[in-house]
């Protein structure tokens, strides 16, 4: 696995609206995963998107990925409190996962 | 609560003192790993096991940190001589073995702060 880097490395939005967050890495991959943290638990895992897949969707979430750009987006559409949370994605797909810093976002009610 | 626990969930400890840190995995789960995350930081690896055989431990772990799972189930994380800088946040998570992108369930994670 490779260190997948999140961007922006902080957003804060209101409730409600939509937020997107980056992922870049740079090799080739089998697939790549976004999980979240809550602050101060572990994490959880939220989607997996495979190379030959171009775009995933999970209730609220919405996944891209652009292998040619080495590149994945997740989209958290209506927002909520709850969302608080910082976000990693992990590129790659081995036994070791490789974490970059997140991103943390802040849904203000 | 993704079924994988860890104990205790905070530890305070004085520089020079022994910890140790316990998993208990998802049952069916052959795979356990352990990971340390530092404030601001995502989660690091430091090492797991497939059942009770120790893959893969990385240079994190220096010779003050041991980890074992006798049995193949839960697995215990010993820091001796503990220093300020192993102060963070370890985790445990578990996953079936069937290949890289299995997912990996995390525990809530034993916060350690060193004095």
């Known amino acids: 696995s490779q260190q997948g880097e999140e961007d922006p490395q902080a957003l804060s939005i209101q409730e409600g609206e939509n937020a997107t967050m980056n992922c870049s890495y740079k090799?080739?991959?089998?697939?790549l995963q976004w999980y979240r943290q809550n602050s101060g638990r572990g994490l959880v895992h939220l989607i997996l998107?495979?190379?030959?897949?171009r775009e995933k969707h999970s209730g609220r979430l919405r996944v891209t990925l652009d292998t040619s750009k080495k590149s994945s987006s997740l989209l958290i559409t209506a927002s909520r409190a709850a969302d608080t949370a910082s976000y990693f994605c992990?590129?790659?797909?081995?036994?070791?996962?490789?974490f970059g810093k997140g991103t943390k976002l802040t849904v203000n009610p | 609560d993704t079924g994988v626990s860890q104990d205790p969930r905070h530890k305070i400890t004085k520089r020079g003192q022994n910890v140790t840190f316990r998993c208990d995995p998802i049952?069916?789960?052959?795979?356990l790993y352990w990971y340390r995350q530092t404030l601001g930081q995502g989660p690091e690896f430091l090492t797991y096991?497939?059942?009770?055989?120790?893959?893969?431990k990385s240079r994190l772990l220096s010779d003050r940190f041991s980890a074992e799972r006798p049995k193949g189930s839960f697995s215990t994380l010993e820091i001796q001589r503990t220093e300020q800088g192993d102060s963070a946040m370890y985790l445990c998570?578990?996953?079936?073995?069937?290949?890289?992108?299995?997912?990996?369930?995390f525990g809530p994670g034993t916060r350690l702060l060193v004095l």
């Open positions: 049952s069916e789960h052959n795979r």
């Open positions: 998570a578990s996953s079936r073995e069937q290949g890289p992108g299995e997912t990996q369930y």
């Open positions: 096991f497939q059942n009770e055989a120790q893959l893969e």
């Open positions: 090799t080739s991959i089998n697939n």
């Open positions: 992990e590129a790659g797909g081995s036994e070791k996962l490789v």
């Open positions: 998107i495979r190379s030959n897949e």
